[in-house]
Nanobody
Framework: QVQLVESGGGLVQAGGSLRLSCVAS????????MGWFRQAPGKEREFVAR????????YYADSVKGRFTIFRNNAKNTVYLQMNSLKPEDTAVYYC??????????WGQGTQVTVSS
């Protein structure tokens, strides 16, 4: 099973930007659809963004559309989440997710993003 390691979280002021990275182990990264989810304190984990295995199709939660961008570099086994115009309500632990038919979904350990007002 693919293993995922996120990085890039931190503390940023409202209106600022962060770029999260998720590095996947193994040689089958390009066959996975990759996604980002987040979980704020006291709330359930929610979908943020994902792409298709080809990276050509992307999907976003309405709350981040126009501000966040998911993109990948298959040569580096890495998927990114560029987050612009951050808001305090974006504060959460962000998790990387990998999915493909016939394999269990994989999750990273999470990276904390805190947006101060």
């Amino acid at each position: 099973q693919v293993q995922l390691v996120e990085s890039g979280g931190g503390l940023v002021q409202a209106g600022g930007s962060l770029r999260l990275s998720c590095v996947a182990s193994g040689r089958t990264f390009s066959s996975y659809g990759m996604g980002w989810f987040r979980q704020a304190p006291g709330k359930e984990r929610e979908f943020v963004a994902r792409d298709s295995w080809s990276g050509n199709i992307t999907y976003y939660a309405d709350s981040v559309k126009g501000r966040f961008t998911i993109f990948r570099n298959n040569a580096k086994n890495t998927v990114y989440l560029q987050m612009n115009s951050l808001k305090p309500e974006d504060t959460a632990v962000y998790y990387c997710n990998a999915q493909r038919p016939g394999s269990p979904a994989a999750w990273g350990q999470g990276t904390q993003v805190t947006v101060s007002s």
